[in-house]
């Protein structure tokens, strides 16, 4: 039997200098799309997902996303007096149990694949997910958000899952990139993968999207992996040795994802996610006519 995916990996160490001066003083997970921060969204898709802890690899100058996921009493205790019951109700709502959050420090900026090398102790010896906090998905026609489909793909295969999306060729050089075989449904076999391919050489247009159901031995290949690309230590190179002895499965999401880690991504999702508010559609698209060119 299969161990379920109970643990979460959330990489929040990054500078955000994609946003400055916005993120000089707040990190750029706790941006908001609408009223909600970035990184809220991608806990409520491990939640739904049904993962039950979760680890924060922060970095310096991190320590207002310990405070979101912490009691504020003195908020809490202002809202009361005041009757906002339904504000109380909203805070409470976004809570986490006791204990389910951890959090350690990457202490040095070498990349993706070391940020969960440093979340080894925190996971243990079991399978886990690693959700990209830049990467905020909607659900589509199968139902469930991103990590919920790996986690279907995972639940059905085993061993190893990666959502993809499929991008123009001319811009696989920015991305982890898939050699793919055999497809089953939504779920697509995965030979081999390639981080940040030079032109004309990616295996295929299909990219990995920010979302990963990883077995624990990729920790130990990352502890002896070489720095690749950009001089860091990369994920998909970890990755690529762990297939040699493992399966892959990748996920083509059938919903929608925003890469809040550029400007228009972080406005498209926005405007997005506003029109999918009750409260705020009608008046925003009604704007949104007014400025259509």
């Not at 707040?26 to 898709?45: C, G």
Request: glycine share 10%; hydrophobic share 40%; charged share 25%.
């Amino acid at each position: 039997m299969r161990k379920p995916i109970r643990k979460a990996v959330l990489p929040v160490a990054g500078l955000g200098t994609r946003f400055l001066p916005a993120t000089k003083a707040v990190p750029k997970e706790m941006l908001t799309v609408v009223d909600r921060p970035i990184l809220q969204h991608v806990v409520d898709e491990a939640r739904e997902a049904g993962v039950e802890k979760f680890i924060f690899v922060t970095g310096r100058n991190k320590g207002v996303i310990e405070d979101h996921f912490d009691i504020a009493y003195e908020l809490d205790d202002t809202l009361r007096r005041r009757g906002k019951h339904e504000a109380i109700a909203a805070l409470q709502a976004d809570m986490l149990p006791e204990g389910a959050a951890s959090f350690t420090r990457q202490q040095a900026p070498l990349g993706l694949g070391h940020a969960v090398w440093c979340a080894r102790d925190l996971v243990g010896d079991e399978p886990f997910a690693l959700l990209l906090p830049d990467m905020i998905t909607a659900a589509g026609p199968r139902g469930g958000r991103c990590l919920a489909q790996c986690v279907d793909a995972y639940r059905e295969f085993g061993g190893n899952v990666v959502s993809l999306e499929a991008i123009p060729e001319s811009e696989t050089r920015y991305y982890g990139v898939v050699a793919v075989g055999a497809e089953h449904g939504p779920s697509i076999e995965i030979k081999g993968m390639v981080e940040k391919p030079p032109p004309g050489t990616a295996p295929s247009n299909l990219i990995i999207s920010g979302r990963y159901i990883l077995q624990p031995e990729i920790f130990g290949i990352l502890e002896k992996v070489e720095k690749g690309a950009g001089g860091e230590i990369q994920l998909t190179d970890g990755m690529s040795e762990l297939i040699k002895t493992q399966s892959f499965q990748g996920v083509r999401f059938d919903g929608r994802t925003y890469d809040c880690g550029s400007k228009l991504g972080f406005l498209v999702a926005n405007v997005a996610f506003g029109l999918e508010r009750e409260d705020l559609a009608p008046a925003l698209r009604a704007e949104l006519k007014k400025m259509a060119l």
